[in-house]
């Protein structure tokens, strides 16, 4: 059975510090991960990796993909309030259907205090 | 603007009836979503349409069913609702094998 596990579910952290999601998974025929952050509403998208070892960046928040071991990590820098939210973490199979259907972690919730 | 339209926003039933939440995108996409989102759970696909006239179940589709009525709409009935259907409902769409989901607003759903 597919599934994605995140780390920590939570996080209380002070403005300007800097932290580090994970994202672990096991996704058949594994074509993508994705990073979403959701604030009030509907998720956003951050991220989409595909190769490992490659970092995606925008501004302060940066992704890495490690297809060997299996996980990503969403590092963000200098946090500020805004950044307050839960960040969900989502793996892609392919396969002959290729539906698009993507598997969702349980997320973090990511708190930055001022 | 473009994007996902999901109806209605808010709604409280009472344990036994019956509703269905809408969906329609205009993006000319031809996958389309349901996601239900609970507490600590992250999103759980209930079912999923991949092109129009297919529908299939995905991690929790018992207790509801679907209806995809062109490639614009796909709609998600549940026929007897019960207190452990009260969540947040997100539909979704994508191009065929597309990696990004174009998330619609939600549907808060209560059921008493």
């Known amino acids: 059975e597919d599934k994605v596990v995140q780390s920590p579910l939570s996080l209380v952290v002070h403005e300007g510090d800097t932290v580090t999601l994970n994202c672990s998974y096991e996704?058949?025929?594994?074509?993508?991960l994705l990073w979403y952050k959701q604030e009030k509403k509907a998720p956003t998208f951050l991220f989409m990796l595909?190769?490992?070892?490659i970092e995606k960046k925008s501004g302060r928040l940066s992704s890495i993909l490690d297809k060997k071991e299996l996980f990503s990590i969403l590092n963000i820098t200098a946090t500020q309030t805004g950044d307050s939210a839960v960040y969900l973490c989502a793996g892609k199979g392919g396969g002959s259907s290729n539906t698009g259907k993507l598997i969702f972690g349980q997320g973090t919730t990511l708190q930055v205090k001022p | 603007n473009a994007g996902v339209t999901q109806t209605p926003k808010f709604q409280v039933l009472k344990t036994g009836q019956s509703m269905t939440l809408q969906c329609a995108q205009d993006m000319n996409h031809n996958s389309m979503y349901w996601y239900r989102q609970d507490p600590g759970m992250g999103l759980r696909l209930i079912y999923y349409?991949?092109?129009?006239?297919?529908?299939d179940k995905g991690e929790v589709p018992n207790g509801y069913n679907v209806s995809r009525l062109n490639k614009r709409e796909f709609s998600l009935r549940l026929e007897s609702a019960a207190p452990s259907q009260t969540s947040v409902y997100f539909c979704?769409?994508?191009?065929?094998?597309?990696?990004?989901?174009?998330f619609g607003s939600g549907t808060r759903l209560t059921v008493v």
């Open positions: 979704a769409s994508s191009r065929t094998g597309g990696d990004g989901y174009t």
């Open positions: 595909t190769s490992s070892g």
């Open positions: 349409s991949a092109s129009e006239g297919t529908t």
């Open positions: 996704v058949t025929n594994f074509r993508s």
